[in-house]
């Protein structure tokens, strides 16, 4: 088969004919994935194409076949909070870094990039923090 598609009988995809019997040479998503002070003890969940990725300490090299994947982020404690996602293209041998960050207050959404993010919520968590400390005083 010369072509690229799915397969009559539901198996997995076929390849261009450079690949006889095998996956072509996989790509990388390296997923860089933080929490914050407040949340230390809800890791971050990290799905590639809907599948969960195991984290080690905040990072984790994944291969993948080349093309298009979404890479998402959430956080679950009571409910599931912080929902980010990014569609990345991986090309042949190329390592693309996803840098996933959970929100500082459950309401938010996280914040996911190719580069660094900071988590979002900052400002609402001082308010929140402020207005706790305002009340009694008033």
Same mark, same amino acid.
């Given at each position: 088969m010369t072509g690229m598609g799915p397969p009559p009988h539901g198996g997995p995809p076929q390849f261009p004919a450079q690949f006889p019997g095998q996956l072509p040479p996989p790509g990388f998503i390296r997923v860089h994935a933080?929490? &914050?002070?407040?949340?230390?003890?809800?890791?971050?969940?990290?799905?590639?194409?809907?599948?969960?990725?195991?984290?080690?300490?905040? @990072? @984790?090299? #994944?291969?993948?076949?080349?093309? &298009?994947?979404?890479v998402a982020g959430h956080g679950q404690w009571m409910w599931q909070?912080?929902?980010?996602?990014?569609?990345?293209?991986? @090309?042949q041998g190329q390592t693309v870094d996803v840098h996933y960050a959970l929100p500082m207050i459950t309401f938010m959404k996280g914040a996911i990039g190719?580069?660094?993010?900071?988590?979002?919520?900052?400002?609402?968590?001082?308010? =929140?923090? +402020? +207005?706790? #400390? +305002?009340?009694?005083? =008033?």
């Amino acid at each position: 088969m010369t072509g690229m598609g799915p397969p009559p009988h539901g198996g997995p995809p076929q390849f261009p004919a450079q690949f006889p019997g095998q996956l072509p040479p996989p790509g990388f998503i390296r997923v860089h994935a933080s929490h &914050n002070v407040w949340m230390s003890l809800v890791p971050p969940t990290i799905t590639i194409d809907s599948m969960p990725v195991t984290m080690f300490r905040g @990072q @984790q090299v #994944v291969p993948v076949v080349p093309g &298009n994947h979404l890479v998402a982020g959430h956080g679950q404690w009571m409910w599931q909070y912080g929902r980010a996602e990014l569609p990345v293209h991986v @090309q042949q041998g190329q390592t693309v870094d996803v840098h996933y960050a959970l929100p500082m207050i459950t309401f938010m959404k996280g914040a996911i990039g190719f580069g660094p993010v900071k988590a979002p919520g900052e400002l609402a968590l001082v308010s =929140l923090l +402020a +207005a706790i #400390v +305002a009340i009694p005083v =008033l």
